[in-house]
């Protein structure tokens, strides 16, 4: 499935780094629960990335909307922008959101 089929959608992800954890290789904290959709693949082969916004609370799984896609322009590793249902948020929030990680890749918020 193309990566923009996603925009709009309810999708069901695993989250194997919660919210406040440290990541594995270069050190930093996550911000909000990454994790990624289960038995899909993306360019970089692994399976597609995924940001949860607007839950305060380390997480295992969720089941919420795409509202945005960052897509990276020098990298071949987008993420899904995942909210509860019903939450919106500006591309300036997002941006915050993610900035801890997305600071080091120039990349665009893609809307439906």
């Known amino acids: 499935m193309n990566i923009k089929n996603y ?3 309810v999708v069901d992800i695993v989250v194997d780094r919660p919210l406040g954890s440290l990541h594995p290789e270069y050190g ?3 911000k909000v629960n990454y994790g990624y959709v289960p038995d899909t ?3 970089d082969g692994e399976e597609i990335d995924v940001y949860v916004v607007g839950v305060a609370e380390p997480l295992e799984k969720f089941s919420g909307r795409c509202i945005a896609i960052i897509h990276r322009t020098d990298d071949d590793d987008d993420k899904l922008v995942i909210a509860p249902e ?3 948020l500006s591309d300036e929030e997002i941006e915050k959101l993610t900035e801890f990680q997305e600071k080091w890749f120039k990349h665009k918020i893609i809307r439906k």
């Open 7 to 9: 925009l709009g959608k």
């Open 28 to 30: 930093f904290i996550y």
């Open 41 to 43: 693949l993306s360019p």
């Open 86 to 88: 019903g939450l919106e």
